[in-house]
């Protein structure tokens, strides 16, 4: 036989070798999302200034600000959270409570996983020909209801996960006491998941709150302050998306502006939903 | 209270629960009718394309606007080289990440690191893209493109993938970009079915005498195969649809260069560019077909992925 010795340290030379490799992994991972953010906030910090919030998107070569693109932006995300998170929540609960284990719900489910990764631009696309083309121009609207398409799949995915975890018991419970499955579902499933529901919404929101896709052929853009869900209005994704092609150093920085704005909105969106996720639930919550 | 008494009070809570079923019901439904619209949409709006240039649009390179000529292979080869460019550098990084989560980093590190990791998957894609054009192009132009060019430029074979001037911009940088994109959700896949690998299983190997890398190649690898597949095909997925990142940094050239260096187009962002702009039934509904191409390629690998990793218990719901 070989000596022994030799070849248990060539194991563990190579047992520490592959070890140092995933840790190498793992601070490019970290390294990279470090050299991001940096970026962000060295390049955008220095733009940032009370007129950000207080002008309009400038024409180039002129001073302005982006508060026509942040007030778009919020109406949009907040109306399209409005219609994609009722309807994700009412589809979640049909797959966690009255279709559990149906044939039905195994589809609802397999093509929901499917949209909540599918390329946002083809919903751009069906939303442009679907209320576009029919309004015959771009709108406010249009680009929440695409919005609301995007939202949508997170919140049924999550929904139906966190009203999953509710105990058994509490429903029967409810039923015991005469109440129909809808009482049940709404004043006993819906409060005892609330922290895991409020955790989707607050994902939908960070998950819609930066995408540019599905709004550049909706909701298009408007340099003027517009509020009239009818006409197109700006938005920070397309703004920074417009300003950081062109050519002009003013533009460029306002795009900066913007994506340090979104950005820091995101993960802090991201980060509360971990919070409470961690803090409150699912586990620790429901009732028991 | 009599029987009688009660009977309004229970017809009504009937009426409610047959609507509140309804609606859910519907609600349910949608998620399919949804799916079915799209695919209608994008079909009715190629019909013009599909009628004129038939299957040959996948084969063709023109795209000519003026003499309305189109052809999908330019944008389709940049989707595709771009996507696996990415996987290329996602899949041991995140296969490193995942390792090292799950079996070198101590437990109290555990969970702010993978946060971390998963942050990256938060971030904007238009975040991405402002950052690869303005931070990671001009890097790639005056360091790592000169190099390449010099060193592999020559090389047999390979040679030609690393020719031409220095963009900064193009086939390499834009797979880059979208490696980091998708970096996150492979290794959190990756993770969890790591995390699924039965104990007993790796005890059993540590008690034979494995090292612990033994026990991760030999033993959690091989069991969590499916899972793996499905998680890297997850990310593909992403890829292939990615728009916005792809869109800054890729150069839209819809000419196919044998170079990684040169610019090129992707599907996603032949649509983001040309869309609005797009005149003539022809043009628009070629774009229509692209888009065609893509979710259909992208619904492929997603399904794909998802039945993968339903086989290996449901990993990866939030990814």
């Not at chain 1, 209320?131 to 949508?152: D, E, K, P, Y």
Request: aromatic share 10%.
């Amino acid at each position: 036989m070989r000596d022994p010795g030799r070849y248990l340290r060539r194991r563990r030379i190579a047992d520490a070798l592959a070890f140092m490799a995933a840790g190498l992994a793992t601070f490019v991972g970290l390294a990279v999302l470090a050299a991001i953010l940096w970026t962000l906030l060295a390049r955008g910090i220095g733009g940032m200034s009370p007129g950000v919030f207080r002008q309009m998107t400038p024409a180039p070569g002129s001073d302005g600000g982006l508060l026509n693109a942040i007030v778009g932006s919020l109406a949009m995300t907040a109306l399209g959270t409005l219609i994609g998170a009722p309807v994700g929540l009412l589809a979640g609960s049909y797959l966690a409570e009255y279709g559990r284990g149906s044939r039905l719900s195994t589809v609802v489910r397999f093509i929901n996983d499917v949209l909540l990764s599918a390329p946002s631009i083809i919903i751009g696309l069906f939303i442009y020909t679907l209320l576009v083309l029919r309004m015959g121009h771009f709108s406010a609207i249009a680009g929440a209801v695409a919005l609301s398409l995007v939202a949508m799949p997170v919140m049924v995915g999550t929904a139906e996960d966190m009203l999953g975890l509710v105990p058994r018991s509490l429903r029967e419970g409810s039923a015991a006491l005469g109440a129909h499955p809808w009482r049940t579902i709404t004043r006993v499933v819906y409060p005892a998941a609330r922290n895991g529901l409020l955790t989707g919404l607050l994902l939908a929101v960070a998950r819609i709150s930066g995408e540019t896709a599905p709004l550049l052929f909706t909701a298009l853009n408007n340099q003027f302050w517009s509020t009239d869900l009818r006409q197109p209005i700006a938005n920070l994704p397309v703004v920074i998306f417009q300003f950081a092609m062109s050519p002009y150093q003013d533009w460029q920085r306002l795009a900066w502006v913007g994506a340090v704005l979104i950005t820091l909105f995101v993960l802090l969106l991201s980060i509360l939903a971990r919070a409470i996720a961690a803090l409150f639930g699912p586990h620790a919550n429901p009732g028991e | 209270m009599t029987p009688d008494d009660l009977r309004p009070h229970v017809c009504r809570e009937a009426r409610i629960e047959r609507a509140f079923r309804a609606a859910t019901f519907s609600s349910a439904l949608l998620v399919l009718i949804l799916l079915a619209g799209v695919v209608a949409t994008l079909i009715i709006g190629a019909w013009p394309a599909l009628k004129t240039f038939g299957a040959g649009f996948v084969l063709r390179e023109k795209w000519n606007p003026v003499t309305e000529v189109f052809g999908g292979l330019g944008p389709l080869y940049g989707t595709v080289v771009t996507s696996l460019i990415a996987l290329l550098f996602a899949v041991p990084v995140s296969f490193g990440i995942a390792v090292f989560l799950t079996e070198v980093c101590p437990r109290w590190l555990r969970g702010p690191i993978a946060t971390a990791i998963e942050l990256l998957a938060s971030i904007p894609s238009i975040v991405y893209g402002i950052w690869g054009l303005f931070v990671l192009a001009p890097i790639l132009q005056r360091d790592v493109q000169p190099w390449l060019i010099d060193h592999w430029g020559a090389l047999p074979g390979i040679g030609r993938w690393f020719q031409g001037p220095p963009y900064g911009i193009g086939l390499l940088t834009a797979g880059l970009v979208l490696a980091i994109m998708i970096l996150p959700f492979i290794s959190s896949v990756m993770r969890e079915v790591f995390r699924m690998a039965p104990v007993s299983l790796k005890e059993a190997a540590y008690g034979i005498g494995a090292t612990r890398w033994n026990v991760v190649w030999h033993v959690v690898v091989p069991w969590s195969r499916a899972g793996l597949v499905g998680g890297i095909m997850l990310g593909l997925g992403r890829a292939l649809g990615e728009t916005m990142a792809v869109t800054f940094v890729i150069g839209n050239a819809h000419r196919i260069s044998a170079s990684l260096l040169a610019p090129a187009t992707t599907i996603s962002s032949v649509i983001a560019n040309e869309f609005s702009e797009a005149v003539g039934e022809l043009y628009v509904s070629s774009l229509f077909y692209l888009g065609l191409l893509l979710f259909m390629l992208t619904f492929a690998v997603i399904a794909g992925a998802r039945l993968l990793l339903r086989m290996s218990s449901g990993a990866g719901r939030g990814a």
